[in-house]
């Protein structure tokens, strides 16, 4: 994709899409069965997008991906991050 995009994503969202890109090599072949594993990623995405997490809240994120990981991707993980915010 064009650097332009990238940049126009970043500046709009305020992420760093070099985070970004970091983040999702590092979670190719990861165990998303693992408690640990899932526990940083979710923090992780949480810090990157400067979303606060509660622990309830990271419970529900790790035990969802735990339970029906294969169906996991961004958006869906980005809608519960963004579902914290109002409570």
């Known amino acids: 994709m064009d650097n332009n995009f990238f940049k126009n994503v970043g500046d709009k969202t305020g992420v760093n899409m070099g985070d970004v890109f970091k983040l999702a090599n590092s979670l190719q072949g990861a165990n998303f069965k693992d408690e640990t594993t899932v526990r940083k990623m979710v923090r992780d995405v949480a810090k990157l997008a400067n ?11 790790v035990n ?8 996991l991707n961004f958006g869906t993980l980005a809608k519960m ?6 409570k």
Do not use: C, M, W
Not at 51 to 61: A, F, G, L
Not at 64 to 71: A, M, R, S, T, V
Not at 81 to 86: G, S, T
């Open 51 to 61: 979303k606060p997490i509660s622990k309830q809240k990271q419970d529900e994120i």
């Open 81 to 86: 991050l963004n579902n914290n915010k109002k």
């Open 64 to 71: 969802f991906i735990l339970k029906d990981g294969q169906n």
